[in-house]
């Protein structure tokens, strides 16, 4: 599908927009979510735009996709206690509304309720 805007995500990778960054690689960028729904909410962003969902990212990219992860658990160690949950958001009836795949890390004191609401 063709993208006629940057996302906000590629936004702030660009610098074009701030954020609070936790961390950078050449494949990925990490920082807090701007409505945290936990004591530690950072958002994982592959820098590449071309998947809009994990799905498309594991089929395509399996490797950066497990990288991901990697970066959620250096997050939640440095955090938080190493501990955390991990949501991706596939399709607006599931909450996605940044169609730039990306990795939710919650930490830091999890209640059930943070699984989701109807
Ligand atoms: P989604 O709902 O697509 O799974 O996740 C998008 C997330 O991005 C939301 O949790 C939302 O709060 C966050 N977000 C949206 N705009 C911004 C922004 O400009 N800065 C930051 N740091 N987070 C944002």
Do not use: C
Not at 18 to 27: L, Q
Not at 43 to 70: C, F, G, I, M, S
Request: hydrophobic share 45%; charged share 20%.
């Amino acid at each position: 599908m063709t993208q006629t805007e940057p996302s906000i995500f590629t936004r702030i990778i660009e610098r074009e927009i701030p954020a609070d960054m936790v961390y950078e690689d050449e494949r990925v960028i990490a920082f807090h979510d701007i409505a945290p729904q936990a004591p530690v909410h950072v958002v994982v962003v592959p820098k590449t735009a071309q998947y809009r969902n994990v799905v498309e990212l594991a089929a395509a990219d399996p490797e950066l996709l497990a990288h991901v992860v990697a970066v959620a658990q250096r997050v939640a160690d440095e955090l938080s206690d190493g501990e955390f949950r991990l949501i991706f958001n596939n399709g607006e009836s599931a909450g996605q509304t940044i169609f730039h795949a990306h990795a939710h890390v919650l930490a830091g004191g999890l209640t059930e309720g943070t699984l989701g609401s109807k």
